[in-house]
């Protein structure tokens, strides 16, 4: 009994030492937001942020033969550019061998357009050949047939685009060599098996 009334003042001493918190901090909410786990939208991807999102390519394929002048595929692509880089010459020796019958046709067609001569343009065509009269595509069988409808195809518009078109600025890809947005192609057939030598016309001609 004694020894609890020796303790008991040191044991209130020690109570009362301890700091309690004031009413309002008792109160007070933490400030840490709840743990929450991720949800299913959250992991997932954003779209256009993952490289295998790409889309897919709306680019037009190639036909077969060259585009027939008057339509949308005759028009040139718009990554056209990317063909044009270096001079004509150097891209029709990378993709359709010696440039020199292209240049030499292509010459041959200016001349011939610029001094109206009927008969030295129908030689440079390869027959049936393809070509525009008054906004329609049709085929013309041969020379004569095509010196007869020579105004309606060679019309002073075409004319004056074919006059002023530059041999070193011409979009050139497989199918061959373009006027303009193509109004004029100029392609080569090969004469023999191996392809060691072709004939270069104009495939198509019009408006």
Known sequence: MRLIKILLPTLMLAACSQPTPPANEAAAPSTSPPATAPTAAEDAPQAGLSPDAVEPSTAATPDTAPPVAGTDSAAKPADASADAE????ERITKLLGDAAPYESVF???????????????????????????????????????FQRDYDRIVTPALAKLIAEQKFDTL????????L????VWINGTCLDKECTKSDVKVNNIGQ
């Open 86 to 89: 270096g001079g004509a010459r």
């Open 107 to 145: 010459n041959e067609l200016q001349r011939g357009v610029a001094a109206g001569d009927r008969a030295a343009v129908a030689g440079l065509m390869r027959y049936p050949v393809r070509v525009t009269i008054a906004g329609k595509n049709q085929k013309v069988a041969d020379a004569a047939a």
């Open 171 to 178: 979009f050139v890809n497989w199918q061959g060599v373009m």
């Open 180 to 183: 303009g947005q193509g109004e």
